[in-house]
């Protein structure tokens, strides 16, 4: 029997005292570890100098140069920026050419002859601190470089300098406005011509450019009517020639073939088109007199090939995992008269083969038994070899040096862990190689090898000192009944599996006997949490959590060392569903209860091995709805009630609308889709063929608006679209083509705003937007152009700041950190006003991760414990817990107000089904939820459930009251609210909500 409702009568469960600071949850990893380090990265060679990126411990980041010697090795500028990033660092005859972001000017070009002195700004192209941005820099002779930049109004076009501002120069503005794109490909032909892929708006074509404008010019159409240029390479072939060779994709059949061309339109000419079952060929390398380059043919999979430049002489060179499987070869590097590239058949994972003498060799399996060795960096050093970074059982990420035949490491650097870091390239000068490398004892330094284990040392410590607290880097936090599941890394275990109920911090499962687990994508569904995690044994596989959160249960997909490698986590009517790959029919949807028996395929898509590569799943009910591609459709809407699966198909036949960004709006979706009469616009589907329609085509035409960033808050959907005048701008629909309309134009002009996520804050959405006036910083919006505003300038002025996603409390307060030279706790309450600082004194933090009870959780470094788990006291919270259930495709929505001591709270239940009656209940949490049905879960104890309001349904909604008396007994009460809706076509008889968890404060 359910009592009426009173708050004192719930006193049985245990109140808090509520902080007023941040407290620290565990040290998880006690100790100090990271010496200084000025993180040596990026190195190039020019003039017989390295040069190359790193930080002094006094005066900041700055680029540097060495001759090899600690003493010839110097700072030559430091960068004082709240990003000083130094990149695109480029060999330019004697100098090197690079970007780097000043306090002053922002991101622009400058270039250095090794001097002090010769290490200047060559041009400030956008005047103020935005910066242009300039990347791509290659040598056409005569003193002068190409590259792409954005300024002056113009989008990314190519422009050229000889090192001097007024020697920089526009060459031609070919996307007009300041819409276009940097190249995504582009490659030199000689050192006088540089090739490129750009838009001028009739899509993806090949330009090329000697340095003049009157140079700079379209190639296209190519023989075929081919389009969409891209892998552009620079080769010599006999019978052709020297000549830049790219993929293209011809008109007459769909397929991408390979094309070659010496700069004009006559020299254009198809080399081949194989014809196949993938994006086409990839990767293109020269070597040997020949072009190398991946591809799939539809009978060996993804493999390498290569070519003669004849159409009988493109061949497979090499079908590294037999049949229609691939081994997925890429970072092809020559090497004398060898090509070296990685791949990754099962047997093995991804790991260094070489290509000699007609035959693809397996160099070394490195990473034996526990997964792959991921080669990085693989740079040419000697006649026939390279060295590259890999990371082998029991060694970590370390150096090599590879033949034909095998690689041997040349010093294991750091014994107790990796030395290298991923984003570290190495240079060659004078027979040696350097780069950056972390011994653990000195930090990130420089370091060079002549090749040997001897020769393998460290250049010179540009930082040297004692050492830092160690941290265990929470991540991947999530709320669960029984408080909180995140994964950290204690020193001794890796990165696994924890669990806190802020009393208690424990782990929950050493899974991996060596290097750690790396649980990621932690998902609460029904009354499990799940992640994926690696236990060195069975590959990369499902995992859900033992109730009473004591150990781990795996999940099995794909048998054996494979592993089905998840992703796509989704609560789905108190199951899990997911996507995985178990070997043999490709990547496609599964669904589990959280027993092994029950993980299974919900429907094989591709067939035949083929992968639908379902995504953007949303959960509806008992429908699951999500994105998948099949060859009669290509990518549609396709949705799912686990026995039976179906297909909206926008686009009729095999073309398919490239669905994505699916949402939930009650009993519909709205999705992406892009049709050739709108482009790319807002869609929505009752789940029915006849309701399947376009919401509004927001820029009118083929061109379309890109909709992206789709949220639900307040029953209507948010997103951000370019409309082709106000440029990308945030836009709000109720589903309808009246009620879809343009929020505000944040950013005048057709250049729009750089927007960030959208996060919902009850009717109300949060999001970051990057503007010329105030830089990146939070906004708040209610949907209309007067309650749209910024919160807070955190970084006064153009600079704008790190903002980190915020995290909604409740339904009064969300909370964010802004970092630009610090990092700073702010909490608002959706105005100007009330964006306040909150004080977390002696922390670097990093960003609220999750809330639990009256309490936010983040990460962040008192400089003595390291990057651990923090909580912190809010008062008043509403977090909501679990999902509903309902015989329709919806269920019951519940929303409750904060209750703060004094006040009346609002609970209001939506998309409900008329002619009901609603009950709201209230009760303890219980440890862990308390399946009634196969699909429904009560999330509060029965036994201490009362009767908070009741209300007969005749629009679709309930709204609830209760008054939360002015007594301090009651601060910190924890209390799970729930409506069950009575009489419904459901099973049981009735609908239930989803939870909402409160907790009584101030």
């Known amino acids: 029997?359910?009592?009426?409702?009173?708050?004192?009568?719930?006193?049985?469960?245990?109140?808090?005292?509520?902080?007023?600071?941040?407290?620290?949850?565990?040290?998880?990893?006690?100790?100090?570890?990271?010496?200084?380090?000025?993180?040596?990265?990026?190195?190039?060679?020019?003039?017989?100098?390295?040069?190359?990126?790193?930080?002094?411990?006094?005066?900041?980041?700055?680029?540097?140069?060495?001759?090899?010697?600690?003493?010839?090795?110097?700072?030559?500028?430091?960068?004082?920026?709240?990003?000083?990033?130094?990149?695109?660092?480029?060999?330019?005859?004697?100098?090197?050419?690079?970007?780097?972001?000043?306090?002053?000017?922002?991101?622009?070009?400058?270039?250095?002859?090794?001097?002090?002195?010769?290490?200047?700004?060559?041009?400030?192209?956008?005047?103020?601190?935005?910066?242009?941005?300039?990347?791509?820099?290659?040598?056409?002779?005569?003193?002068?470089?190409?590259?792409?930049?954005?300024?002056?109004?113009?989008?990314?076009?190519?422009?050229?300098?000889?090192?001097?501002?007024?020697?920089?120069?526009?060459?031609?503005?070919?996307?007009?406005?300041?819409?276009?794109?940097?190249?995504?490909?582009?490659?030199?032909?000689?050192?006088?011509?540089?090739?490129?892929?750009?838009?001028?708006?009739?899509?993806?074509?090949?330009?090329?450019?000697?340095?003049?404008?009157?140079?700079?010019?379209?190639?296209?159409?190519?023989?075929?009517?081919?389009?969409?240029?891209?892998?552009?390479?620079?080769?010599?072939?006999?019978?052709?020639?020297?000549?830049?060779?790219?993929?293209?994709?011809?008109?007459?059949?769909?397929?991408?073939?390979?094309?070659?061309?010496?700069?004009?339109?006559?020299?254009?000419?198809?080399?081949?088109?194989?014809?196949?079952?993938?994006?086409?060929?990839?990767?293109?390398?020269?070597?040997?007199?020949?072009?190398?380059?991946?591809?799939?043919?539809?009978?060996?999979?993804?493999?390498?090939?290569?070519?003669?430049?004849?159409?009988?002489?493109?061949?497979?060179?090499?079908?590294?995992?037999?049949?229609?499987?691939?081994?997925?070869?890429?970072?092809?590097?020559?090497?004398?008269?060898?090509?070296?590239?990685?791949?990754?058949?099962?047997?093995?994972?991804?790991?260094?083969?070489?290509?000699?003498?007609?035959?693809?060799?397996?160099?070394?399996?490195?990473?034996?038994?526990?997964?792959?060795?991921?080669?990085?960096?693989?740079?040419?050093?000697?006649?026939?070899?390279?060295?590259?970074?890999?990371?082998?059982?029991?060694?970590?990420?370390?150096?090599?040096?590879?033949?034909?035949?095998?690689?041997?490491?040349?010093?294991?650097?750091?014994?107790?862990?990796?030395?290298?870091?991923?984003?570290?390239?190495?240079?060659?000068?004078?027979?040696?190689?350097?780069?950056?490398?972390?011994?653990?004892?000195?930090?990130?330094?420089?370091?060079?090898?002549?090749?040997?284990?001897?020769?393998?040392?460290?250049?010179?410590?540009?930082?040297?000192?004692?050492?830092?607290?160690?941290?265990?880097?929470?991540?991947?936090?999530?709320?669960?009944?029984?408080?909180?599941?995140?994964?950290?890394?204690?020193?001794?275990?890796?990165?696994?599996?924890?669990?806190?109920?802020?009393?208690?911090?424990?782990?929950?499962?050493?899974?991996?006997?060596?290097?750690?687990?790396?649980?990621?994508?932690?998902?609460?569904?029904?009354?499990?949490?799940?992640?994926?995690?690696?236990?060195?044994?069975?590959?990369?596989?499902?995992?859900?959590?033992?109730?009473?959160?004591?150990?781990?249960?795996?999940?099995?997909?794909?048998?054996?060392?494979?592993?089905?490698?998840?992703?796509?986590?989704t609560a789905w009517d108190g199951r899990l569903a997911f996507v995985a790959d178990d070997g043999s029919r490709g990547r496609e949807l599964w669904v589990s209860d959280g027993t092994p028996a029950g993980t299974v395929l919900v429907r094989d898509i591709g067939l035949g091995g083929v992968s639908s590569f379902p995504n953007s799943l949303a959960a509806m009910g008992e429908v699951l709805v999500f994105s998948a591609t099949q060859n009669s459709t290509g990518r549609e809407l396709m949705f799912t009630d686990g026995p039976n699966t179906f297909v909206i198909d926008v686009v009729p036949g095999s073309t398919g609308s490239e669905v994505a960004e699916i949402v939930v709006l009650g009993d519909r979706v709205l999705f992406v889709a892009e049709t050739t009469s709108a482009g790319r616009e807002l869609w929505i589907s009752d789940l029915s063929v006849a309701g399947t329609q376009l919401v509004a085509d927001v820029n009118p035409g083929p061109a379309g608006s890109s909709p992206s960033g789709l949220v639900v808050a307040g029953g209507r959907v948010w997103f951000v679209a370019d409309d082709g005048s106000a440029g990308t701008e945030l836009w709000v629909t109720d589903g309808t083509t009246a009620g879809t309309a343009l929020v505000m134009d944040i950013e005048p002009g057709a250049g729009g705003a750089q927007f960030g996520e959208l996060v919902p804050f009850g009717d109300r959405v949060l999001f970051t937007a990057g503007t010329i006036a105030s830089g990146n910083e939070l906004w708040v919006s209610d949907g209309t152009a007067a309650g749209t505003q910024l919160l807070v300038d955190s970084v006064p002025g153009s600079g704008g700041a790190l903002i980190y996603s915020p995290f909604v409390s409740g339904s009064r307060h969300a909370y964010f950190f802004a970092t630009s030279s610090g990092s700073v706790l702010y909490r608002t309450d959706g105005s100007p006003a009330g964006t306040v600082v909150v004080p977390t004194p002696g922390l670097a933090a990093a960003r609220v991760a999750a809330v639990h009870g009256e309490r936010i959780y983040f990460v962040a470094d008192d400089g003595v414990t390291g990057g651990e788990l923090w909580a912190l006291d809010v008062g008043a919270t509403s977090v909501p817990l679990g999902g509903p259930c309902a015989a329709g495709r919806g269920g019951p929505e519940l929303r409750v107000d904060d209750p703060v001591l004094g006040t009346t709270v609002t609970s209001r239940c939506t998309n409900i089904q008329s002619g009901t009656a609603a009950w709201l209940l209230l009760g303890l949490r219980p440890f862990l939820p308390l399946p009634v049905t196969n699909d429904c879960l009560l999330l509060l104890e029965p036994g201490t459930a009362v009767d908070a309001g009741f209300a007969l349904v005749s629009s679709g909604a309930a709204q609830f009251s209760t008054f939360v008396p002015n007594s301090t007994v009651l601060l910190g009460l924890r209390l799970a609210n729930q409506v069950a809706v009575t009489v419904t076509p459901h099973s049981a008889g009735w609908d239930l909500s989803n939870a909402v968890l409160t907790t009584v404060g101030l």
Request: charged content about 15%.
């Open 1 to 569: 029997m359910i009592a009426r409702c009173s708050l004192l009568s719930l006193l049985a469960v245990s109140t808090s005292v509520l902080a007023q600071s941040p407290t620290l949850v565990a040290d998880i990893r006690p100790g100090f570890f990271d010496p200084p380090s000025s993180r040596v990265r990026e190195c190039v060679t020019a003039g017989g100098n390295v040069f190359f990126e790193a930080e002094d411990p006094i005066a900041g980041p700055g680029l540097f140069c060495s001759d090899g010697t600690a003493a010839g090795t110097r700072m030559l500028r430091a960068f004082f920026a709240a990003e000083a990033v130094i990149e695109w660092l480029t060999p330019v005859g004697n100098e090197v050419w690079f970007t780097a972001t000043d306090a002053q000017v922002g991101r622009e070009l400058w270039r250095s002859d090794g001097t002090v002195a010769g290490t200047v700004l060559v041009a400030d192209l956008e005047p103020g601190t935005a910066g242009s941005f300039p990347e791509r820099f290659f040598d056409i002779g005569g003193g002068r470089v190409v590259f792409f930049a954005s300024a002056q109004g113009f989008g990314f076009e190519p422009w050229v300098s000889d090192g001097t501002a007024a020697g920089t120069a526009l060459l031609r503005d070919i996307t007009p406005g300041p819409g276009g794109f940097p190249p995504r490909y582009a490659a030199s032909l000689g050192g006088s011509q540089v090739f490129f892929n750009h838009n001028d708006g009739s899509g993806a074509e090949l330009w090329v450019t000697d340095g003049t404008t009157a140079g700079t010019q379209r190639l296209q159409p190519f023989a075929g009517g081919a389009s969409d240029p891209a892998w552009l390479c620079e080769a010599f072939v006999p019978g052709i020639g020297h000549r830049v060779f790219f993929s293209a994709r011809a008109t007459a059949n769909g397929f991408r073939g390979i094309y070659a061309t010496a700069g004009t339109q006559a020299t254009t000419q198809l080399i081949v088109n194989i014809g196949g079952t993938g994006s086409g060929p990839a990767l293109l390398t020269g070597h040997d007199n020949r072009l190398f380059f991946v591809h799939a043919d539809g009978q060996s999979g993804h493999e390498l090939w290569v070519s003669d430049g004849t159409a009988a002489g493109t061949v497979l060179a090499a079908d590294i995992e037999p049949g229609t499987a691939s081994s997925f070869p890429d970072q092809l590097v020559s090497s004398g008269n060898t090509l070296y590239f990685t791949a990754a058949p099962p047997a093995t994972g991804r790991e260094l083969y070489s290509y000699a003498n007609g035959a693809a060799t397996l160099v070394a399996d490195l990473a034996t038994g526990f997964g792959w060795s991921q080669p990085r960096e693989i740079t040419p050093f000697g006649t026939n070899e390279v060295a590259f970074s890999a990371r082998a059982t029991g060694v970590g990420r370390e150096l090599y040096l590879a033949s034909a035949q095998n690689a041997q490491l040349l010093r294991d650097i750091n014994p107790s862990g990796s030395a290298l870091p991923v984003v570290s390239s190495m240079a060659v000068l004078n027979g040696n190689l350097y780069f950056g490398a972390d011994d653990a004892v000195s930090g990130q330094e420089l370091w060079a090898t002549d090749g040997t284990t001897a020769g393998t040392r460290q250049v010179v410590d540009l930082a040297p000192g004692s050492g830092t607290p160690n941290s265990s880097g929470p991540a991947g936090i999530v709320y669960d009944y029984r408080g909180l599941f995140f994964a950290a890394d204690d020193g001794a275990n890796g990165r696994e599996l924890w669990q806190t109920d802020f009393a208690t911090t424990t782990l929950v499962a050493d899974l991996a006997s060596f290097g750690g687990s790396n649980p990621e994508s932690i998902t609460r569904a029904g009354q499990y949490v799940y992640f994926c995690a690696n236990d060195s044994v069975a590959g990369r596989e499902l995992w859900r959590v033992d109730a009473g959160g004591a150990g781990a249960t795996m999940l099995e997909v794909a048998p054996g060392a494979t592993g089905s490698d998840p992703t796509e986590l």
